[in-house]
């Protein structure tokens, strides 16, 4: 089982539903590629704030999402009543889900069940819970993208952080993810997407943007502040963005390059 307190800590920490919504065009792409839903029980693990719950109750699915922090759980059921979309959002864990098995047509979880500490037990609890010939959709970190450069980073300057949060390693490459999922029955398919950017006018608003926004990042200032590591940490990010600026010299442009994993339960 997961530590709830310790997960529910970090995400409610810095502001991830406003980094969530960056996000959104990854739950798109995952659902255009997953094909029609009208009617499919339908779940999101590691909903957050429901970006792709919400995408899949538009596009008429009947959607449970479940999460472990509360917070952003009473964001996802904000976001459903504004729209009037009927979503069961539920307390759960990646690694141990309340349902019996085969009980949902599609399984999908955006950048979530990666973050449940044995990956082997989340990707079995998902496709456990996977109806024969039901459809998997998951989006994750590569290990050679921004996202996993900026969280090893952040981890460099954190004494005694051990391994990077970013994208534990079944997740973050195709080798590993069809070493997760096909022994559990679950055949894949795994796209390199590229069209998710963050935006800034220059570094310093990008330094703010991971000071202030990034989820768990306060409280490992912390422990960065008491070591005095937060001048080279900035260097380091500054370095970073310098190397995946696609920007031309016209603001700071960062592609952040994502998984994009479908499948289907053969067995
Ligand atoms: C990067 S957010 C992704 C949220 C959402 N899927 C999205 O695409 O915006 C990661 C989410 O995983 C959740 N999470 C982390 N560990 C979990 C676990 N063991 N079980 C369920 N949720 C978990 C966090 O609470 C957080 O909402």
Do not use: C
């Amino acid at each position: 089982m997961s530590d709830r307190a310790a997960v529910r800590a970090e995400w409610s920490d810095g502001d991830y539903p406003s980094v969530g919504e960056r996000l959104l065009p990854a739950a798109e792409a995952l659902l255009e590629r997953l094909g029609p839903l009208d009617g499919a029980d339908l779940l999101d693990v590691a909903t957050g704030t429901g970006n792709v719950a919400l995408a899949a109750a538009r596009a008429g699915a009947r959607v449970v999402g479940v999460d472990l922090t509360t917070e952003l759980l009473e964001v996802a059921r904000q976001r459903a009543r504004s729209e009037g979309l009927a979503v069961d959002f539920l307390e759960g864990d990646a690694e141990a889900l309340e349902f019996e098995e085969d009980r949902f047509d599609v399984v999908v979880s955006t950048f979530g069940a990666i973050f449940a500490p044995r990956p082997a037990v989340a990707a079995g609890e998902l496709a456990r819970v996977l109806t024969p010939g039901g459809r998997l959709g998951l989006t994750t970190w590569p290990s050679d993208g921004l996202v996993a450069a900026m969280g090893a980073a952040i981890a460099r300057h954190v004494p005694d952080a051990g391994e990077p949060r970013a994208t534990p390693p079944p997740w973050s490459s195709e080798a590993g993810l069809r070493e997760l999922f096909e022994p559990r029955g679950v055949a894949l398919e795994v796209e390199r997407r590229t069209d998710l950017v963050w935006r800034f006018a220059d570094a310093a608003q990008a330094l703010v943007f991971v000071e202030e926004k990034l989820a768990g990042f306060r409280s490992a200032r912390a422990a960065i502040d008491a070591a005095g590591r937060m001048p080279a940490l900035r260097e380091d990010l500054r370095a970073q963005f310098s190397e995946w600026d696609a920007g031309g010299g016209d603001g700071l442009l960062l592609p952040y390059d994502y998984l994009l994993v479908t499948g289907t339960k053969t067995g």
